[in-house]
C-alpha cells in the first residue's frame, strides 16, 4: 500500500530476454539430489526414483491478483505456494518448479527483481529447486505460469478418490481467513480512492490480510501425516471453496458426505471481520477460497492418532453416495452442499 | 485467412471453469504406460523408468501470435511443438505435456475447440498425452504456457555442453523458411488492410507458411540417430535463430566453430521469396527464427553414418575457443557470428 515515489526503473529491454533469464537466476541454488540439470539447457533434467507428480496453475493480473494492493514479492511467493498446495494435496513431495512469465514493459527490472524475491524465498522455504521457465513480454498485465513437480512412492500417493463409507472427513488448519482478507484489502482500496490521505485500518486483520497476501501450502501436514502413520484415502487442497472441494472428492470417491457446522474451525477474526462486513462466516467458509489447507478423508480406526492435534479438525464423515451432501447447522438443521466455490471464467 | 462470418458463439461463462475443462478434455485419450494418472487431480501421476526432461514455453498474443493471421487449430498444433522441440532437443523421448491458457470472454466455446483440436492433433501425432493444465479468464490477449516432459536414460541425454575440438556440426532439415513464412503473412495481411477485396496470392509459398503456422519438431530425428547409432556431443533446437543457438553451444561447450555458407541447407523457396523481399538468405538463416529444427555435433568419426543422409546437414565443424565462432562466406571471407536471434523483450 505505501509506495516509492522515485523508485529505480531500469527497462527490461536493456537486458534482453537472456539478460534477463541470467539476472533472475543468479540467485536460485539447486538443493535436491534429483535435479540433474536445472536451468540453462533446452530443458531440465531429473532424475526420480519414485512416482512424479505434476501440477500447474496460471494467476493473471486483474484476475487473480491486483496489483494496487499485491506487493510483488508476495504474489510471486504465492504463485508457487498454490502450485506446492497441489503437490501436497497428493500426500507427496515438491521437488521442482518451472517459472514462466509474461510481463510488459512497464514493468522496471526492480519489479521481476521484487517478484523473483518472493519466488526464491517460495522456493528456500520449501526447500524445492528451480529448473526453468520462460520470460516474455506481454501487451497488457503480468501473467505467471507455475508447474510444480513431486515425488512420492505409489503407494502413498492419494488421489481426490478413494474416500470410504464411515472414513472421517478432515480439515487441516482454519479457513475462511484468505477471502475476509480479499474483502478487507478490496475495502481499503475504495477507501483509499475515495480519500487518498486516509490511512488504513488494517492492523486488527493482520492474520487475514496474510492469509490473503502470503498463503503457505502445508508442506508440514503430509509430514504430521507420516509421522503419525495416517495414509489418508483421499485429499484435495482448498483453493476454491470447501464446499466445492467436498464435491470434487465426493464425485470421484463416489460417496456422500455430512459435515458440521459447529466443527468448521473459523480463526475468531475471521468471525469478527464476518460480523463487520455483514457476512454469514459458514458460507464464507463453505463458498471463500484460497485458504491452501488440506481436506481429506482418514478411516476411522485412525481417529486417536489425530484427534489431538491442534492442526486438524474432523469436520464430518463420508457416508453413501445415495444421502448426498449435507450441512447439519448448529440448529440441527441439515442442508445440501453446492460447489460455489470462485470461477474465474463466470462475469462478476 | 477465410472467415466465417456466421460462426457459432457460445460463450464461455456458460459452461464455467470446470465445465470448459470437461468440454476440452473428453477427447483426450491417455496412451502412455507412463501416465499413471492424467487430468482429473490436484496434479497429474507418472512412473517414469528413467530421467525425466523438463520443459516450458508460453505464447503471447500480440507477440508470439496474430489471431489475424493464425488459425487457432494451428495455433494449438504450434505450441506443443514448440515445447516438444525442446525435449527432442536433449535426445528424448516426448511423453507428456500440460497445457494451460488464459482466455479473455470475446473467444467463444468454438474457438477454445479449435485450439484444442491443434493441441490434440499434436499431441495424437507425437504420442504424447495431456496431463493437465489450467483454464482461466484473461483480461486482453490469449496466453498458452505448455510443459512438456520427457524420458531417456541417462547415458544418452544432450546437454548443450559436450561439444568437443574436430566434432561435426549438423543441422536437420532446411532453415529460415519459417522466418519467410511471417514476412509473407505480414505482407499480405497489409495488403489486405489495404484492400479487403484482394485475394492473397500465396500458393506459390505455401511451403513456407507451414513452416511459420504449422512446424514439426524433429522427433524423427532423435528416432533417426539411434537408429544409426549416433550419440551427438551437444544438441539444441533452433528457435531463436541459428547464429544464437550457435553461440549457446559454443558458450556451454567452451568451444568454437566454423560454419561455411554454402553448406546451410535452405529450401529453394527461402532463396526466391528472399530475392522477392530483397533480403539476403544467408542473414535469414542466421537470424530467422522458429525453424525447430535441431542442431548438433556429432564426433568425426560419425561422419559415414550421417553423411548420406537427405535430412541431416554437416554445416561446420567444432574449433578451438581461442578461433572464436565465424562463418566463412562463399567468397572466402571470414565473419564473426554473433547472436542475432528474436527477442520479444526489445522494442520492435
Redesign the interface.
Known amino acids: 500500500m505505501i509506495e516509492d515515489k522515485n523508485p529505480a526503473r531500469t527497462p ?2 536493456n ?4 539478460g ?1 533469464i541470467d539476472f533472475i537466476t543468479k540467485n536460485f541454488d539447486i538443493s535436491h539430489d534429483s535435479t ?2 536445472g536451468i ?9 526414483d519414485q ?8 494467476l ?5 491478483f491486483d496489483l494496487s494492493y499485491v506487493p510483488l514479492k508476495h504474489l510471486g511467493y504465492k504463485s508457487v505456494m498454490v502450485n506446492l498446495s ?2 501436497y ?2 500426500n ?1 513431495r515438491a521437488t ?1 518448479v ?1 517459472v ?3 510481463i510488459s ?1 512497464r514493468f522496471p527490472v526492480e519489479a521481476v527483481e521484487e517478484l523473483y524475491d518472493g519466488i526464491r524465498l517460495a522456493c528456500k522455504t520449501y526447500g524445492v529447486d528451480l ?11 503480468l ?1 505467471i ?1 507455475v ?4 515425488e512420492q512412492n ?1 503407494e502413498k ?1 492419494v ?3 478413494g474416500a470410504g463409507d464411515g472414513d472421517l472427513l478432515v480439515v487441516s488448519g482454519d479457513i475462511g481467513a484468505a477471502y475476509m482478507g480479499l474483502q478487507i484489502l478490496e475495502r481499503e482500496k475504495a477507501v483509499f480512492k475515495a480519500n487518498p490521505q486516509n490511512q488504513p485500518d488494517i492492523e486488527t486483520y493482520s492474520y487475514l490480510l496474510e492469509r490473503q497476501l502470503k498463503p503457505e501450502a502445508r508442506k508440514d501436514i503430509v509430514k504430521l501425516l507420516e509421522d503419525l502413520e495416517v495414509q489418508p484415502t483421499s ?3 482448498l483453493s476454491d471453496g470447501l464446499s466445492s472441494e467436498i464435491v470434487h472428492l465426493c464425485k ?1 470417491s463416489e460417496v456422500g458426505m455430512t459435515i458440521y457446522e459447529d466443527k468448521i474451525p473459523l480463526d475468531p477474526t475471521v468471525i469478527t471481520a464476518c460480523e463487520e462486513f455483514n457476512l454469514d462466516s459458514t458460507t464464507i467458509a463453505l463458498s471463500g477460497g484460497e485458504d491452501y489447507e488440506l481436506l481429506f478423508t482418514v478411516k476411522q480406526e485412525d481417529f486417536p492418532k489425530i484427534k489431538a492435534n491442534p492442526s486438524l479438525s474432523v469436520i464430518g464423515h463420508v457416508v453413501d453416495a445415495s444421502y448426498g451432501m449435507n450441512l447439519v447447522t448448529r440448529g440441527g438443521e441439515q442442508i445440501p452442499i453446492k ?1 460455489m466455490g470462485w ?5 462478476d
Open positions: 527490461i529491454e537486458l534482453g530476454e537472456f534477463l540433474i540439470k540453462g539447457d533446452d530443458a531440465a533434467v531429473l532424475k526420480h512416482f512424479t507428480v505434476v501440477t500447474t496453475d496460471m493473471v493480473e486483474g484476475v487473480h497441489d503437490v494435496a497428493m507427496a521442482q518451472t514462466s512469465i509474461a514493459n529448473i526453468g521457465g520462460d520470460t516474455t513480454a506481454s501487451r497488457s498485465g501473467i505460469s508447474t510444480a513437480i513431486g505409489e500417493i488421489y481426490r478418490k485429499m484435495i487442497d470421484h460447489a470461477n474465474s471464467l463466470k462475469e
